[in-house]
């Protein structure tokens, strides 16, 4: 080992670069386990950064011709300086570590920009888009970039702050379902085992810094081909942990595999801390929200006749709420005969099937009480359509109230009563490891479902809607605030799981996604073919961020389809109503930039800054967009101090807010910071920009 040492400081002294390059190979050599799970790190992963702008010292690839779906040249060069020649940016390059070789001239089009995972990032974020509907509740954040680079972001935001981590890693099936350094891992590659496992280490041991050591989950599913590597990597990565293993029926039609029919895949969970299962699977009814039901009384009994006292109208206005209930027609008279006040809309009982009038289920004195009391529930209204769809609370889950076997948790923004099974309805069993339940099916749950969300937009093997509920409701049913991550989102499941957690108790859980924007191998191909380049709009819009999964939350929030058309059908499970009423939520839809740390310094970077100190203040309310003219500025969760001249009526403000989590101070004055830091409340957290962020990056990253 000694003399190894001494030939490295002999290669440094010659040549620092390649020195440091053997050092670091040396070091993972010298501390590779001489038993327990080996493998191959690889060299560090590349990721290409089309769209992003070439700049002086960049390390560059030299892009194949247009309409060539060759790998081209895999060579790194430095970009020495960039000219504008005969119109068009040009630039000269040499190979990284040889200043003084052959240069090379090339067009800036022509070249991408590539960062290598060894090197230091300073990452940034711009705003694609967003969706409101949660009034003040947190954002969800979509985060389209390189998962390990958008990983490290998060370690200046959410630093010991994930409460749970749900990730559905590519299977490594020798498909073309996953990329290592830019290139599909295919069947016959020899080292896809340990590319799969290299990929994954670098990307968990940064998660394990964000996952709250104190009570936190992580939870990954996987299938045959690498349970085995992902159980003993998790065992070394995370010694503290409680690991299970479930097993989980995804596919009851089974798919051929080595002549058995394979029907399932496995979930592993690591518990950290305090953390336990809260949510335990129950029998019955117990803990879900009743299922109310429509107004319109269905059945033999369900014609006018039967009950002519129940044949009204009920009146809505232009917002699609109930403002009046009307008196019962006489058995003479029809809709026809009826002229609703102006400006409001009369909706009668759908008629049968024969066409003869049906009836409401209740007179219009009992409706005009349970409308008092909260007990009748509108759903998607579409006035263009004469869809106005009621539902009431019957007399017997009343009476059910009453006694302690329903209970009331609060109201809807429109009035009417949430209301559940009582936790102690039912018998309650501890989770078997072992899942068999119809809700999970891939295809019925996953697939079809994503169909009716966003018709006609294809993506392979989206999880069970359901599947990913139940999980995550083990682990914080009983936490709704908790902060949920998903770093390889997919089509984004898994923020739709967490939507439906927040309606069923009203909570304020949020759901942090990443995800990048690749396109599949036969659309690559496609694109190729017609001359476009990764950065391009037209190749963008068909990736995975832009073309499914930014698309589908919209939708699943608006309960529209990305053609502006309510999505058909129910949602079924514990809870059962139209996927049209869509969810009260809010989400933000990011792009990962790559910023240099003496734009940041000058306060030149401060907008793509911008959102990560608003995502470390919770993601909620309004965000310091810009700099302030004032030299300050405060909003609901944080404050920005840039004029210390001003620190007086910053502190101020940032008093009178009791919400205010954060002050953000920008200095290079150590003395100084501190000197406003006396001055906050001490529940506010004082952050020094841009030290903070640079430090962040610079040293606390482990490169």
């Not at 390649?18 to 992963?45: A, D, I, M, T």
């Not at 289920?361 to 409308?371: C, F, G, N, R």
Request: overall charge neutral; charged content about 30%.
């Amino acid at each position: 080992m000694s003399r190894l040492t001494d030939l490295i400081a002999q290669a440094k002294a010659k040549d620092a670069a390649l020195g440091q390059e053997l050092e670091r190979e040396f070091k993972v050599l010298s501390s590779r386990r001489s038993f327990g799970l080996n493998f191959e790190r690889h060299r560090p992963e590349s990721v290409e950064l089309p769209g992003r702008l070439v700049r002086k010292g960049d390390k560059v690839r030299i892009l194949p011709p247009r309409r060539s779906n060759a790998k081209g040249d895999q060579r790194l060069w430095r970009v020495l300086r960039l000219e504008r020649q005969d119109g068009k940016r040009t630039a000269f390059l040499v190979p990284p570590n040889e200043p003084d070789a052959e240069r090379k001239k090339v067009p800036v089009e022509d070249v991408v920009v590539v960062a290598e995972f060894k090197d230091y990032i300073y990452p940034g974020l711009v705003s694609t888009g967003k969706q409101e509907r949660g009034s003040d509740k947190p954002f969800h954040t979509v985060i389209n970039g390189e998962n390990f680079h958008a990983l490290e972001a998060l370690t200046f935001t959410h630093r010991g702050k994930i409460d749970a981590i749900y990730i559905d890693p590519p299977y490594n099936s020798g498909a073309k379902d996953w990329k290592y350094n830019n290139d599909y891992v295919e069947k016959d590659d020899l080292y896809r085992h340990s590319k799969w496992l290299a990929m994954m280490e670098r990307r968990l041991v940064i998660a394990k810094d964000l996952l709250n050591p104190a009570s936190s989950v992580l939870i990954a599913t996987i299938d045959e081909k690498e349970y085995l590597r992902l159980g003993l990597l998790l065992e070394q990565i995370f010694p503290e942990a409680r690991i299970q293993m479930l097993s989980s029926v995804i596919n009851p039609k089974g798919v051929p595999r080595d002549g058995f029919s394979r029907v399932d895949e496995y979930i592993f969970v690591c518990q950290f801390g305090t953390m336990e299962v809260q949510g335990q699977i129950k029998e019955g009814s117990a803990g879900k929200e009743v299922r109310w039901r429509g107004l319109t009384r269905t059945g033999a009994n369900g014609i006018r006749s039967k009950s002519p006292g129940a044949f009204y109208p009920i009146l809505f206005d232009q917002s699609g709420r109930i403002v009046q209930v009307g008196e019962a027609l006489p058995a003479d008279k029809g809709p026809r005969d009826y002229v609703a006040p102006e400006g409001l809309h009369a909706v009668w009982p759908t008629p049968r099937p024969n066409g003869e009038d049906g009836r409401w289920s209740v007179v219009p004195e009992t409706l005009k009480s349970l409308l008092a009391m909260g007990a009748v529930r509108v759903g998607k209204v579409d006035a263009a359509k004469n869809q106005f769809p009621i539902f009431y609370l019957t007399s017997e889950q009343l009476k059910a109230i009453e006694d302690g076997t329903l209970v009331v948790k609060g109201r809807t923004p429109s009035g009417s009563l949430r209301v559940y099974f009582s936790e102690d309805g039912g018998r309650r069993s501890a989770p078997r490891t072992v899942w068999d339940n119809v809700s999970h099916s891939a295809s019925e749950h996953g697939s079809m479902l994503l169909r009716q969300i966003i018709p006609g937009r294809n993506f392979p093997f989206p999880k069970s809607l359901y599947a990913v509920e139940d999980v995550l409701r083990l682990f914080v049913e009983d936490n709704p605030t908790a902060v949920v991550l998903d770093f390889f989102s997919g089509s984004g499941t898994t923020a739709h799981a967490v939507m439906r957690l927040n309606r069923q108790d009203e909570g304020r859980r949020q759901c942090i996604s990443i995800t990048n924007n690749e396109v599949g191998p036969d659309e690559q191909v496609a694109l190729c073919k017609q001359g476009l380049r990764p950065g391009e709009s037209d190749w963008e819009k068909w990736g995975i961020c832009d073309y499914v999964t930014k698309p589908r939350i919209e939708a699943a929030i608006t309960g529209r389809t990305p053609d502006g058309k309510d999505i058909e059908g129910d949602y079924k499970f514990n809870d059962e109503f139209p996927m049209s009423e869509g969810f009260e939520e809010n989400a933000e839809f990011f792009t990962l930039t790559y910023e240099t740390p003496v734009a940041i310094g000058h306060n030149r970077a401060f907008e793509r800054i911008a959102p990560l100190l608003w995502m470390r203040a919770g993601c909620e309310g309004r965000r310091i967009q810009k700099i302030p003219a004032q030299g300050w500025d405060v909003v609901e969760t944080y404050g920005l101090l840039i004029d210390l001249d001003q620190t007086t009526p910053f502190c101020k403000a940032v008093k009178k807010n009791a919400a205010i989590r954060i002050a953000y101070i920008v200095t290079d004055d150590e003395r100084r910071f501190q000197s406003v830091t006396r001055r906050l409340p001490e529940r506010v957290e004082a952050v020094r920009l841009y030290e903070s962020y640079l430090n962040n990056f610079r040293f606390s990253m482990g490169r």
